[in-house]
């Protein structure tokens, strides 16, 4: 429930925005022009829609100290497994003094604040131009882990960097899992590590100074191989951006499509770095064009390298408001369903929308958008997302939780059979975040299931919970076999995520398939070998892989993918993995630069893939990154003969 003031605030701001709205001229940016969507000359500015009290919009008319005073608010409010979701937006303009850029400890009038979690941040123009930031939103504190730094973001708007705690152009964003950087354009430099963390995504941005992923870096003086001489970041992947440098070493870092990536060094090494990102799709945003709200939805790249910030017919399509259904927590699924079935988009305003049936998209190119990591939780038993087989839908910046009853799956594309895939237009997934357990004592067979041809995964964290509230998880509580399965032929991921599942965390079983980076990790709380066994048909073996492909599939392609160990349970229990990836070998199904590790805790994989090749666990290898125990790096599977 919403607090009687935060409602006041959040209404206040939007009063605001309506008076405002007149003055406001749109925003180009430089590979656009915002005049393709502009009313005509005269027009009255629309009303702002009603997008709840969980939604805060700031005007270049406000006083940077009530808009830092707001936003380090919001940013305080949730512990990540509550109810509170804020979505907080700039319109066009220019807010915060540039003053103390050369010296930013004597800094005074810049916008200055934490992005807290459940929380994004977004700029309102119709390119990252539209909307300057002379300051930081910033994420982690410096010297400190952010292992369990998630679910926040951040995107489209141009940011000089003041940071306080940083060197002079300098901002920090050191977050974990489902914390997206988008559109963003960072006027210096770009610090990822401040503390240990877990990996992230950043898109469609640029740096114009150094991208920094790792602390305490001592270069190559010491051997890679002779004990930590890095932390910050253990794993990255950007793509179709541009960047002035990459400082850092860790595990994984893998880019494509970036302008100014390090060059691939691999087995020694950690980098991975593709010319040109094969295929990719923009997630919609919002924009305020000057006298009304709209949707942007980018157009589908391929060979994808560098930005692309334009607005033209050519880069997308922008969607009026009046196109869209506005869903409140409360509303009921049926009536999403009937607006959706009458042709309308569906815009998830923030915060919790329990819902007694899926949410039924059953028309080809439906929007189905979220605000402030806006979250579904289906209370029934169902499944929260049906996609019909209807090419072109695309799912974005949303997350879900399962709830205490069982669902078979909880996102579905394309029913059992699905035929109707369109390569030239995929159904897309933007930012999608699912949960088994934190929030509620969740359980979920399959979290996300995609039986379309022609799927295109842009981020996604599917998540098993290894923390949260009281009793919500437990090997015998927050029950979940799959992250991933895949039935589809010539679906793609990039920047996919899988943890803890009590199974194979993804499972690949139909031809064509990409993946360009993955993380993933077995569960950490299986209670013995015993009880974490792949009983198969003919053969029993120890633990699931986290990335399979079925033996009959003759087609595959994944690069840059990288897998821990961290078995908790006591000793004397020591707990195995056959594999972190099982695949068929055969010419057309190719790995690269492929690495597993092990954390802490007993056990690790007996191999990487399939029965090929030594061990991860205590006898090593040893391991070139803090926190590891070992890591093993493999640059090509099949290996040649």
Request: hydrophobic letters at 40%.
């Amino acid at each position: 429930m919403t607090h009687q003031g935060m409602r006041e605030q959040g209404m206040h701001a939007l009063a605001l925005v309506a008076a405002a709205a007149v003055l406001l001229t749109a925003c180009g940016g430089s590979h656009g022009r915002a005049s393709e969507t502009a009313p005509a000359a005269g027009q009255a500015a629309e009303p702002v829609p009603d997008f709840g009290p969980n939604v805060t919009i700031f005007t270049p008319a406000m006083a940077i100290a009530d808009i830092n005073a707001r936003l380090r608010s919001l940013a305080a409010q949730s512990n990540g497994f509550d109810d509170k979701r804020h979505a907080v937006y700039f319109m066009p303009g220019t807010y915060g003094s540039a003053a103390g850029q050369f010296n930013p400890a004597t800094a005074t009038g810049h916008v200055d604040s934490p992005v807290g979690v459940n929380m994004t941040v977004h700029g309102l123009g119709a390119a990252p131009a539209g909307v300057t930031i002379n300051g930081n939103l910033r994420a982690g504190v410096a010297g400190q882990p952010a292992l369990s730094t998630f679910w926040r973001s951040l995107a489209n708007m141009t940011i000089h960097p003041i940071q306080a705690d940083e060197p002079a152009h300098t901002m920090r964003w050191n977050t974990s899992q489902a914390s997206p950087l988008r559109r963003l354009h960072v006027v210096g430099n770009l610090d990822l590590a401040g503390g240990i963390a877990f990996g992230n995504f950043i898109a469609n941005s640029r740096v114009t100074g150094e991208v920094r992923s790792a602390f305490a870096w001592e270069e190559d003086r010491k051997p890679a191989v002779t004990g930590a001489v890095e932390g910050g970041q253990a794993q990255y992947y950007t793509r179709d951006s541009e960047i002035g440098s990459w400082q850092g070493r860790s595990a994984n870092i893998v880019t494509s499509g970036v302008v100014g990536a390090p060059a691939t060094r691999f087995a020694p090494g950690d980098k991975t770095s593709l010319a040109s990102t094969p295929l990719s799709r923009e997630a919609p945003y919002l924009y305020h064009d000057g006298k009304r709200f709209l949707v942007f939805v980018p157009s589908l790249r391929t060979s994808a390298r560098g930005v692309n910030w334009g607005v033209t017919a050519r880069d997308g399509t922008p969607l009026p408001m009046s196109a869209f259904h506005v869903a409140r927590p409360g509303d009921s699924a049926a009536a999403i369903n009937e607006a959706l079935a009458q042709g309308k988009h569906l815009l998830l305003t923030p915060g919790v929308h329990a819902i007694d049936r899926p949410i039924q998209v059953s028309r080809a190119n439906t929007v189905v958008m979220g605000m402030g990591l806006a979250t579904l939780t289906p209370t029934s038993g169902t499944a929260a997302v049906l996609v019909d087989d209807v090419p072109g839908v695309i799912l974005s910046s949303f997350m879900v939780d399962a709830n205490t009853k069982r669902s078979e799956v909880l996102v579905q594309v394309g029913p059992k059979g699905a035929s109707k895939g369109i390569a030239s237009d995929p159904t897309t997934l933007h930012d999608i975040f699912i949960r088994i357990g934190g929030s509620y004592a969740g359980m979920a067979t399959t979290s996300l299931e995609i039986n379309q041809n022609d799927v295109l995964v842009d981020h996604a964290w599917l998540w098993r919970a290894d923390h949260g509230n009281p009793d919500t998880v437990g090997w015998d509580i927050n029950l979940a076999d799959h992250g991933l399965v895949v039935n589809g032929a010539n679906v793609t991921a990039l920047g996919l995520f899988a943890e803890h599942f009590q199974k194979s965390q993804v499972v690949w079983n139909a031809n064509g398939g990409r993946t360009i980076f993955m993380e993933c990790e077995p569960p950490y709380d299986p209670p013995s070998q015993d009880r974490w066994m792949n009983r198969m048909e003919k053969t029993t073996e120890n633990g699931y892989p986290c990335y399979e492909v079925a033996g009959n599939v003759t087609s595959h392609d994944a690069t840059g993918l990288i897998s821990w160990t961290f078995f908790r349970a006591p000793p004397p229990a020591v707990i195995y993995a056959r594999s972190a990836i099982r695949a068929p070998v055969a010419p057309g199904v190719r790995f690269t630069n492929t690495s597993a590790g092990k954390v802490f805790g007993s056990g690790g994989f007996e191999h990487v893939f399939n029965d090929v090749g030594g061990p991860v666990d205590a006898t090593g290898p040893a391991s070139f990154v803090v926190g590891l125990s070992a890591l093993r790096q493999v640059p090509v599977f099949p290996i040649a003969p």
